[in-house]
């Protein structure tokens, strides 16, 4: 059983300065509802509710944000506008919520063992929020669960890009397993590489399943691309072992970490799920 879901929010989101000047990337909205709202609710909807948020200086509206504003609740009962509060409201009942902050910013790698206090010795999922996901039936974490138990080792998704492209991502190569057309075995993986180096154009997306050997394994991991601790550097000395499966998974993804994203997912969202 995956019960914990770890969300990486400490980061600067420099790429939407100045909007992210004083307010945290993770709570920019796609239509009325922030980023790691989507987050959670995907998490929930694949059975987990326990939450646990490494966050940063000047994150504080995301702790408000799941947490009830008893003032604001007081003003709009028995409106009209009540039912927009619905939502949260349901998460805040199911979830719990857990903080711990990353002091300094040395990478991805870095932020997930930050939060080892909050998960312990136990599988666990990460959810990028700025990595937006949808799909018409299961979500993308419930998908990759159901992989976990089948091979009961990390499970990273995976899509494939445009092959210029593959220097924003964590790139793998694998064969696919059991017959399957979209679980591969990884055999290598390469944080970002050129397109030139780049072993396939199976990239990364912000999914993960991570076994809790993990932590020991980042604990040793230098930096590297970019002189930041790497999760796919970590994943690596798994994938070595056999120990790490990527799965394409089913469904639509956004990178609301680029205005361009952002915009795609804000229209998808505005046609179809309003
Ligand atoms: C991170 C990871 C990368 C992964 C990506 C998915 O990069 O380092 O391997 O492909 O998330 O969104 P970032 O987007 O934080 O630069």
Redesign the pocket.
């Known amino acids: 059983m995956i019960k914990k879901c770890l969300f990486p929010a400490a ?1 600067y989101g420099t790429r939407f300065l100045p909007a992210t000047k004083a307010t945290p990337k993770e709570m920019l909205p796609v239509l009325t509802k922030p980023l790691i709202q989507y987050g959670v609710e995907e998490a929930v909807e694949a059975g987990i509710h326990t939450m646990a948020i490494v966050t940063g200086r000047g994150k504080r509206a995301i702790e408000d944000h799941f947490d009830i504003s008893y003032e604001l609740e007081h003003q709009i009962k028995g409106g009209s506008k009540e039912h927009l509060l619905d939502d949260i409201r349901a998460l805040i009942e199911q979830c719990t919520f857990s903080y711990t902050r990353q002091v300094e910013m040395k ?2 790698g870095h932020a997930i063992l930050t939060g080892e206090t909050l998960i312990g010795n136990e599988p666990f999922a990460v959810v ?1 929020a ?2 937006l996901c949808t799909n018409t039936a299961k979500g993308v974490l419930s998908q990759m669960i159901e992989v976990y138990e089948k091979y009961q080792c990390s499970i990273v998704a995976i899509e494939e890009v445009p092959m210029d492209q593959t220097d ?4 793998i190569a694998g064969h696919l397993v059991d017959g399957t057309d979209d679980t591969y075995r990884v055999t290598d993986m390469v ?2 590489p050129d397109p030139k180096d780049a072993p396939t154009n199976m ?4 999914r993960y399943i991570l076994t809790p050997d993990i932590f020991d394994i980042l604990r040793n991991t230098k930096p590297g691309k970019g002189g930041e601790i ?3 550097d970590a994943l690596l000395e798994q994938a070595k072992k056999g120990k790490v499966i990527a799965y394409k998974f089913k469904g639509k993804r956004f ?1 609301c ?1 680029s205005v361009d994203g952002f915009v795609e997912a804000t229209n998808y969202f505005y046609k179809n799920i309003k």
Request: proline content about 0%; cysteine-free.
């Open positions: 980061g990478g991805l990028l700025d990595d924003k991502y964590g790139v944080e970002k990239a990364i997306i912000g790497q999760i796919t990178d970490g």
